[in-house]
């Protein structure tokens, strides 16, 4: 069974960092591409950053400058180095993987089960 497990949410003050962790279990051959959207209460969940196989990124606007995506592809891993953050990137933060492919299937698209993020002092 292919899963995305995240890791590195928690409680952070204004200002301050985090790195989340997203590893995909499983027989995985490859991923197309991977990334983090994000949902914060009653709002839709939203693009934060994604990044294909050969490393190009992409990010939403309002965390350009303070947000960086890499993955390691042998490990199946993508990270998000969070800096700067504000209140307002509070949400619970959702890895996502395009294009899965294991040795016996194909997924367009996988999520894991998020991982909440509070910016407050």
């Known amino acids: 069974q292919v899963q995305l497990v ?3 949410g928690g409680l952070v003050q204004p200002g301050g960092s985090l790195r989340l962790s997203c590893t ?6 490859s991923i197309d591409a991977m990334g983090w959207y994000r949902q914060a209460p009653g709002n839709e969940r939203e693009l934060v950053a994604t990044i294909d196989m050969p490393g190009n990124t992409n990010y939403v606007d309002s965390v350009k400058g303070r947000f960086t ?3 390691d592809n042998a490990e199946n891993t993508v990270y998000l180095r969070m ?5 307002e990137d509070t949400a619970v933060y959702y ?10 299937a194909w ?3 996988l999520w894991g089960q998020g991982t909440l993020v509070t910016v407050s002092s």
Do not use: D, H, M
């Open 69 to 71: 995506i890499a993955r």
């Open 83 to 87: 800096n700067s953050l504000k209140p």
């Open 6 to 8: 995240e890791s590195g």
């Open 107 to 109: 997924y367009p698209q």
């Open 24 to 29: 995909a279990s499983g027989n995985i051959f």
């Open 95 to 104: 890895c996502y993987g395009r294009e899965v492919r294991t040795g016996a």
